[in-house]
């Protein structure tokens, strides 16, 4: 039977929290899915499925039984092989997975890494703890996984669309290189992105000297121009600013989301959050200013956050400059931005006055910073700004960076292409610069055709540049090859290979060697299916990382290279510091480029375009966690759509999210499908970018429509083109269904989160485990008769009928969450994807509500509770907004293991609450009885029956899982190589949820044993020898998890923390995840009217 | 009216009701045997690509099973030898053992090109059972009681049905199979033969107390020792406790 939870009247005052507006506005709608596993509205037909009809359906069940007849003639036991190596392969043990230590190379520098390999082939990947900016990993970095194993990679090199061996590119290169040694290469263009690899910038400087008139280009789709350029005029060359957030109290960010996606390094979102979660009142807590004009998931978890249009911004910078001027009596800085700052209002004047306050009173630990994508006058006062606050040295490092060799911008190419001086370019950059670059294709397009430059195309998949391309050539992913990168302060690390090539593709370090003449294609017999690894000795690519990690170790050691290859780093290369001298003088000038400009208005909205969630820069469009991954901010999967706020969704008279506009800017139009997004700046439309690509893989093909050519229409500040204003946007008619996740698996519709100023904690330590009902509500009598507690009378817990866990000589296993730590950014969403082979299920089972993310990423927002349930505008301005993650609770008194009928589910002696897929049937009572909706339901063969593609079945157009035993039946086949050989993958028909990862808790616990051997006292795993797949990918390492049986574990202090509380503690399930309040570390000095009551009441209500 | 009905047809709904239940426990006791493991499993004794000979290896040159079964101690897999490993005493160019035999050129020719042989599987759990070898001998369980008397085999044949009530059986009283762990890969292993006080001092008895645990066996299970006092002792010694969780074996 159900059990029906007898949740408390909600009383109306407080802070209401809320998922989504029909959830705050208690609509029909929503009050329908309260409790429920499923959105009832979503369970009706979908056309699609009404079409496939009852008599279809037998019709199909018919054939499908009769095939099985022929085939059940057949029943022998099947015969299974065991293929050994024939040679003993070093390291290799069946059965066993081996640690490799490697990073991924970034934008900014590296992502250090340990990839887990079974038997060759790696399955998943975690952050390295042992490198000294080793975290967890970012969600891009934690799926990259995947696309090793994308089907549609590059396989072959092809010439205009024809399959090639390579020995044939190298005949052509052969040709290449014998007109570029006697003309210098004039007309060679290289196009890549920047990197931090030290071979590439060797080879890339040989090429230089080989080639003296060829020239590089390098280019990042989402630019900082404007601040580049800032810097350049203020500090000087080959200066890098490396904020160091360990060292900042206070920091004031201008539109910048340096925990997402304006992220300067690897251990940013580490470092800021190690100081937002107290232990005891006494611990100090840094503070975060945020202006913008969307939700990031740096404004949410900032301490003030206000939204403002990106146009303001300027003027927002030139306020805070002029405040900071007067406070600590620097005219030069007061005298550049007070011309810029008179356009200010007196709201804005008033927030930003307290906040300059602060971060004066903070000299020396304060720390400004602005996002990327705002032009030179925004990026030169806020240098001033830091230069004032003595940031420079204290909590911005400056460091020393030296390219080695000359390198031009993409815009010079252009100029170039245009001019008729390039006639070849070879494009080994990871983005694609005909998609996501404009002046690139626009440059190549105004030419006639036989004016056109040849292009080489380096990519691991055929992208829009592959299209106008001579030479496409299959690119190696990075776990398929030799290279180094430093990471953001210059720590040294080898990129090493972890696979042979799968598609026989190269990295761009290789082909630069084949250009430069030190690595050849030769013919190779394809008869040897075993071919050895070539040994690093002979392969040129690591011959050119051991060139370079000898000059940078001081000589060849062998001892040192093997230890860095073990570890991942080598000590002791960061960049050197570099004494910077602030050059003022041009402030001046630089600001007053910006005095232009209009504030948006409901005529004359502003665009901005940024990077997303999902795909940053469009070039994870093919990776299908990425794209099922929701949107930390809309919970939006699978497309992108236009965010706007409330107020001007309504101004629009949209109704819906999903309602179509049109945009139009400077000439040029998108129509896109509108989402309301509560927190945003009012007349600013926001547009993630990266979507509509046209792929051969029908994970990206056409998904979301793509906002790139509306850059720089028109952009009122130099250098910052993707802020665009004066746009029209009208209501469009017409809806595009968006697969939303924020109303799935809603928990009774009851916020779980808890929070409170600093100023509450230091008042009241414990306030999270007395609030809301638990305040007042009797202990738990419970008829429950089985296991609950502890055996062990020394801890809280015991059991006095002698009826509990086992802690004298089992482990226990549990977890705590820490919130004031979590981002919302759902890299362990991936991760545990990654690691327990949950498959992905279509945008159309999405919509369903049938995501199977074990972890679900709740974001909600809070506002004051009023009377009324209906949200005023006001209201909807400026929330606040807490993530909150929630897997199975692994309750000691599960609700799921009373109702199932077969025993499926049901306790073993170390606490967890055991999943058995094999005995379940499918019932589903679990899943309708777990009151944190925590368990999914695999409503069809998601691993085996690929969702993305449609079948016509007895000339039916029907989707593929639809198509039942007549669609296609297999997964691509490489994908499978993915798949964690230690997690069973499901099947249909069976219910699955959170673990606690136990096949890494069980093969703690037999290797333990297997040391123990005859000796019983070693029976206990080391303390905190096993991490969860979210735990180790955690950036911000809010998550721990460990043995509470074991007094020394981390998670046993967690638990002592006064913060910690239990969801839905009055229901009774005991379970063994809990959380830690978050803590807001408030300036109550601030004008904030938006949030009267921060924190003072976190359930809704109570 | 005629008698339609002869006489015997009186006795027929009896009959049919006899038939039915002989027929229905027939196929009852039919089914229950030959569709479990126990039928279907034991005895599978497929030919391999090379006619291999645990009796000659094991049980005449006296090899031991982690000769060849190498990271049984430590992964889940008893792996198969490579190839190498049978190639190091028969190759022609190594240990020249029957290095002309008609029976090794598989091995010889694997050597030369590479190509692995490919064994027939016999042991198969299915996929969601995740069996640990290395967990098993190394805390007192013997090959032996899974595979059976490998040494005897001409040909590897499944000796137990390894079903999953065969292995909560022993999980529920793993006594019955437990042995010292030098005795582990020992196949012709016979508690009788141990010598007891070396076995109490191995368990950490000593002087006294040794002296006392002896005396005290003898007077209950006799001069011989059995498998039972074995069993018993290492599994309250070494505090072996098999898991009987659904996620020991399924994950």
């Known amino acids: 039977m159900k059990r029906v939870w007898h949740h408390p009247e909600e009383s109306n005052s407080g802070r209401r929290y809320w998922r989504s507006l029909g959830e705050y506005s208690n609509a029909p709608e929503f009050a329908e899915k309260v409790g429920r596993e499923f959105d009832p509205a979503l369970s009706t037909m979908s056309d699609d499925e009404r079409e496939t009809s009852r008599r279809d359906f037998v019709k199909m069940m018919g054939g499908a039984a009769a095939l099985a007849g022929i085939t059940l003639t057949s029943c022998r036991r099947p015969l299974a092989k065991i293929v050994p190596f024939t040679k003993h392969v070093e390291w290799v043990i069946p059965g066993k997975s081996l640690l490799y230590a490697t990073s991924m190379p970034r934008p900014w520098g590296a992502s250090p890494m340990v990839v887990v390999t079974h038997e060759g082939r790696p399955t998943h990947l975690q952050g390295n703890p042992l490198h000294p900016s080793g975290a967890g990993l970012d969600i891009f970095a934690q799926a990259s996984i995947l696309d090793l194993y994308a089907p549609e990679r590059a396989k072959h090199p092809a010439y205009k669309g024809k399959e090639m061996p390579w020995t044939e590119f190298q005949t052509a290169v052969n040709q290449w290189v014998g007109d570029w040694k006697k003309d210098g290469g004039t007309g060679v263009a290289l196009l890549l992105n920047p990197s931090s690899s030290a071979t590439r910038a060797n080879l890339l400087a040989d090429f230089a000297k080989e080639y003296p008139k060829a020239k590089i280009y390098e280019y990042e789709p989402l630019h900082k121009r404007g601040y580049d350029a800032a810097l350049k005029a203020l500090l000087g060359d080959s200066v890098k600013l490396l904020p160091n957030f360990t060292k900042a109290d206070i920091v004031f960010s201008l539109d910048c989301d340096f925990i997402g996606l304006d992220t300067t390094s690897e251990t940013a979102v580490r470092d800021f959050m190690k100081r937002r979660a107290p232990k005891q009142k006494s611990d100090a807590m840094n503070r975060l200013y945020i202006l913008e004009n969307r939700y990031t998931l740096t404004g949410g978890i900032s301490d003030h956050r206000l939204p403002i249009t990106a146009v303001e911004i300027p003027v927002a910078t030139a306020v805070l400059a002029e405040e900071i001027g007067k406070l600590v009596g620097d005219p030069a800085l007061q005298k550049a931005s007070a011309a810029l700052a008179g356009g200010a209002s007196a709201d804005l004047r008033a927030w930003i006055a307290p906040a300059a306050k602060d971060l004066v009173d903070s000299k020396g630990k304060a720390l400004v910073l602005a996002g990327p994508r705002h032009g030179e006058a925004v990026q030169a006062l806020v240098l001033g700004i830091n230069n004032a606050l003595g940031s420079f040295g204290a909590t911005i490092e400056t460091l020393k960076v030296d390219l080695g060799y000359k390198v031009a911008d993409i815009i010079e190419l252009k100029a170039d292409i245009e001019a008729k001086k390039i006639s070849h370019v070879l494009v080994m950059a990871e983005s694609d610069p005909a998609y996501d670059s404009g002046e690139f294709l626009n440059s190549i397009q105004k030419l006639e055709a036989s004016a056109r430059p040849t292009l080489t195309h380096l990519t691991d998949r055929p992208k829009a540049t592959t299209k106008i391309s001579q030479w496409a050539l299959p690119q190696a992913h990075y776990l398929e090859s030799w290279d180094d990168v430093r990471s953001a302060d210059g720590c040294y690390s080898v990129v090493q290979p972890m696979i042979q090539p799968l598609f026989n593709g190269i990295s761009a370090n290789e082909l630069l060697l084949v250009l430069l003449g030190r690595k050849k294609f030769a013919e190779t017999a394809k008869a040897a299916p075993a071919a050895a690894p070539a040994a690093p000795e002979t392969d040129p690519a690591a011959e050119a990382v051991k060139a370079t990690f000898a000059k940078i170790a001081g000589g060849a050691n062998d001892e040192k290279w093997n230890n860095t290859l073990r570890d991942g780093f080598l000590p002791g290369t960061s960049y050197p510091a570099a004494a910077v001298t602030f050059n003022g003088g041009d402030l001046a000038g630089i600001t007053a480029k910006a005095l232009e400009y209009a504030v948006p208005t409901g005529g004359a909205f502003e665009v901005v375009l940024t990077a997303d969630a999902s795909l940053y820069d469009g070039r994870y469009t093919d990776n299908p966690w990425l794209q099922e991954a929701p949107d930390p901010i809309t919970k939006l999967t699978w497309d992108n759509a236009a965010w706007m706020s409330p107020r001007t969704f309504a101004a629009l008279k949209l109704t819906k999210d999903g309602d179509l506009i049109e945009v139009k800017v400077g000439g040029k139009s998108l129509i896109i499908p509108a989402i309301s997004a509560p927190g945003h700046a009012a007349n600013s439309i926001t547009i993630p970018l990266g979507y509509g690509q046209s792929s051969s893989s029908v994970v990206g093909n056409e998904r979301g429509k793509n906002a790139y050519p509306l850059a720089g229409a028109n952009s009122v500040f130099t250098n910052s083109e993707f802020i665009l204003s004066g746009a029209s946007v009208t209501k469009a008619g017409g809806n595009y269904e968006l697969a939303i996740t924020q109303d799935n698996y809603t928990m009774e519709g009851r916020a779980q989160v808890r929070e409170g100023t600093k100023d509450r904690f230091d008042k009241d330590e414990h306030f999270a485990a007395h609030e809301g009902l638990d305040s007042h509500a009797p202990p738990n009598i419970s008829l429950y008769k089985g296991r609950i507690g502890s055996n062990d009378p020394k801890r809280k817990d015991y059991n006095v009928d002698g009826n509990g866990f086992d802690y004298l000589h089992e482990h226990q296993w549990g977890m705590v969450i820490d919130l004031s730590k979590c981002i919302g950014c759902s890299a362990c969403v991936v991760a545990c994807q990654s690691e327990n082979n949950i498959p992905i299920v279509g945008k159309d089972q999405v919509a369903k509500g049938r995501v199977m993310h074990w972890i679900r990423m709740d974001r909600y927002f809070s506002t004051p509770d009023g009377l009324d349930r209906n949200p005023t505008l006001d209201e909807l301005d400026n929330p606040e907004m807490v993530s909150q993650p929630v897997a199975c609770q692994q309750c000691e008194s599960a609700p799921c293991e009373t109702v199932c009928p077969v025993n499926a589910t049901v306790h073993t002696e170390d606490g967890l609450n055991a999943m058995a897929y094999n005995r379940c049937i499918g019932t589903r009572y679990c899943a309708n009885n777990c009151p944190y909706t925590a368990r999914r339901f695999n409503w069809f063969d998601y691993n085996k029956r690929n969702p993305l593609i449609t079948n016509k079945v007895a000339g039916i157009e029907t989707n593929n899982l639809y198509a039942g035993p007549l669609g296609e039946k297999s997964q691509v086949e490489v994908t499978k190589l993915q798949k964690n050989p230690n997690v069973t993958v499901r099947m249909r028909g069976v219910i699955e949820k959170c673990t606690y990862c136990v096949q890494r808790i069980e093969s703690a616990k037999i290797t333990q044993r297997s040391i123990a051997r005859d000796n019983a006292s070693q029976l206990r795993i080391p303390t905190d020898a096993v991490k969860t797949a979210c735990q180790a990918s955690c950036p911000a390492e809010a998550i721990v998890f460990g043995d509470l049986a074991n007094e020394k574990s981390a998670v046993n202090e967690w638990k002592d923390n006064p913060r910690n509380y239990d969801v839905l503690q009055y229901i009774g399930t005991r379970p063994r995840t809990s959380y830690l309040a978050r803590i807001r570390n408030v300036n109550p000095l601030m004008p904030d009217k938006r949030n009267p009551k921060t924190g003072e009441a976190s359930i809704n209500g109570f | ?251």
């Open chain 2, 1 to 251: 009216m005629g008698n339609f009905f002869p006489r015997w047809t009186n006795w027929l709904p009896l009959q049919i009701a006899i038939a039915a239940v002989m027929i229905g426990a027939g196929i009852t006791v039919g089914l229950t045997y030959y569709f479990t493991p126990k039928y279907t499993k034991v005895g599978y004794e497929p030919t391999q690509p090379v006619p291999f000979s645990h009796k000659l290896h094991v049980g005449q040159v006296g090899l031991d099973c982690r000769y060849c079964h190498s990271h049984v101690e430590v992964s889940a897999h008893a792996n198969v030898p490579t190839n190498q490993t049978c190639y190091n005493c028969h190759g022609p160019d190594r240990g020249q053992i029957k290095k002309d035999s008609e029976k090794l050129a598989m091995v010889r020719d694997a050597e030369k090109t590479g190509v692995p042989i490919q064994w027939t599987k016999v042991h198969k759990a299915p996929d969601y059972v995740y069996f640990n070898h290395s967990v098993h001998v190394n805390r007192g369980v013997s090959c032996q009681s899974c595979h059976g008397q490998v040494n005897e085999m001409e040909v590897v044949r499944q000796a137990e049905p390894q079903s999953m009530s065969w292995c909560l059986d022993c999980h529920r009283a793993p006594e019955k199979n437990l042995r010292p762990l030098e005795q582990i890969t020992n196949l012709t292993y016979k508690p009788g033969d141990l010598d007891r006080t070396a076995f109490y001092t191995k368990l950490g008895f000593k002087g006294k107390q040794l002296e006392d645990s002896v005396a005290r066996a003898e007077e209950k299970y006799g001069a011989k020792v059995t498998q039972e006092e074995v069993g018993l002792q290492i599994k309250d010694h070494w505090r072996i406790a098999p898991s009987e969780s659904c996620t020991t074996c399924h994950r």
